[in-house]
Nanobody
Framework: QVQLVESGGGLVQAGGSLRLSCAASGRAFSGLAMGWFRQAPGKEREFVSGITQIGGITRYADSGKGRFTISRDNAKNTVYLHMNSLKPEDTAVYYC???????????????????WGQGTQVTVSS
């Protein structure tokens, strides 16, 4: 079993930045591919970004390309999502997810991830 705890959400003005963190425990972190998803009220959960186990491959949704950066620190069992130039449409609950299976690339579908955090709220005011 893997426990994931997100932090770093909050209220920020449009154009601002936030760094989300997700601390993992319960399983060798280096063996987990990690992803960030978000869910706005009334909308489905959507892929934001992901990173493979060794960190060599990253992937972003079009909405975050050029603004968001995912990274991981296997020594700290933590994955990060740096978000810059935030927009009101980025407002959502952001979830960290872990995929215990090895694959060639980053998976985008929520069902492909095995473990989830509780989420952290990000609110961007205009």
């Amino acid at each position: 079993q893997v426990q994931l705890v997100e932090s770093g959400g909050g209220l920020v003005q449009a154009g601002g930045s936030l760094r989300l963190s997700c601390a993992a425990s319960g399983r060798a972190f280096s063996g987990l591919a990690m992803g960030w998803f978000r869910q706005a009220p009334g909308k489905e959960r959507e892929f934001v970004s992901g990173i493979t186990q060794i960190g060599g491959i990253t992937r972003y949704a079009d909405s975050g390309k050029g603004r968001f950066t995912i990274s991981r620190d296997n020594a700290k069992n933590t994955v990060y999502l740096h978000m810059n130039s935030l927009k009101p449409e980025d407002t959502a609950v952001y979830y960290c997810a872990a995929d215990k299976d090895w694959s060639v690339g980053v998976r985008r579908e929520p069902l492909e991830y095995d473990y989830w955090g509780q989420g952290t709220q990000v609110t961007v005011s205009s």
